[in-house]
């Protein structure tokens, strides 16, 4: 599990890839203090796991799924990304839980400028929307964010100076691809109320259901 508070920017040293996977090495500092292998670093949000390491990188290693699903295979060597390690408990939770599982993805629209923050419009499916609420959290590349905007094509949110520093969302272009991952919470009541529905919706076609609608 993470927070979505980015510890640093990892740069891409080297991309292995193959027909469907990859092995990716980059080159990091602070998330390589105590690291053992195994480790869950979250990679642009994706959690993924070290298979190696050494002083100043570490190696991972992506499965067909999750470069499918995530903005990973569009990496290249040189390319910035944010790293988080996975939380430990008893520290604080600043940012929202994050799983390092990624729903989809989104595609960053427009940048616009305000005081001292900057708006980025997201662009993404009905099926991720549908867990985006006003004022909710949800993970850019690994980034917590609160939503201050949303419709049925797009969403926003304003990124602080600090954020910008210390991540890579306002180092992009719009057109540019971001992972996007959903606070889990919604997704869980869903599948909790879905049994229901169902078992509401069989019980509704009875024999006398059918009889009344011309089937007996």
Not at 80 to 89: D, G, K, P, S, Y
Not at 165 to 171: F, P
Request: with cysteine; charged share 25%.
């Amino acid at each position: 599990m993470f927070t979505g508070l980015v510890e640093e920017i990892g740069t891409i040293q080297s991309i292995e890839k193959s027909t469907k996977s990859a092995r990716i090495n980059i080159k990091a500092n602070t998330v390589l203090d105590g690291v053992k292998l195994g480790d869950s670093i979250a990679t642009n949000g994706v959690c993924l796991t070290v298979t190696n390491f050494s002083n100043n990188q570490f190696s991972v290693d992506v499965m067909a799924e999750t470069m499918r699903s995530s903005n990973l295979y569009r990496l290249t060597t040189g390319d910035e990304v944010n790293l988080e390690r996975a939380m430990q408990v008893g520290d604080r939770l600043g940012g929202h839980i994050v799983s390092g599982h990624i729903d989809g993805i989104g595609t960053i629209t427009k940048f616009t400028p305000e005081d001292n923050a900057v708006w980025c419009t997201i662009k993404t499916s009905q099926d991720i929307l549908k867990y985006i609420i006003h004022k909710g959290s949800i993970a850019i590349d690994g980034v917590s964010l609160t939503v201050s905007y949303v419709d049925d094509e797009v969403f926003k949110v304003s990124i602080i100076p600090h954020t910008k520093q210390v991540t890579t969302i306002l180092r992009k272009q719009e057109g540019q691809i971001v992972n996007l991952e959903c606070d889990m919470i919604g997704k869980y009541v869903e599948k909790l109320l879905k049994p229901q529905t169902e078992k509401k919706e069989k019980k509704d076609i009875s024999l006398e259901f059918l009889s009344k609608n011309g089937f007996m």
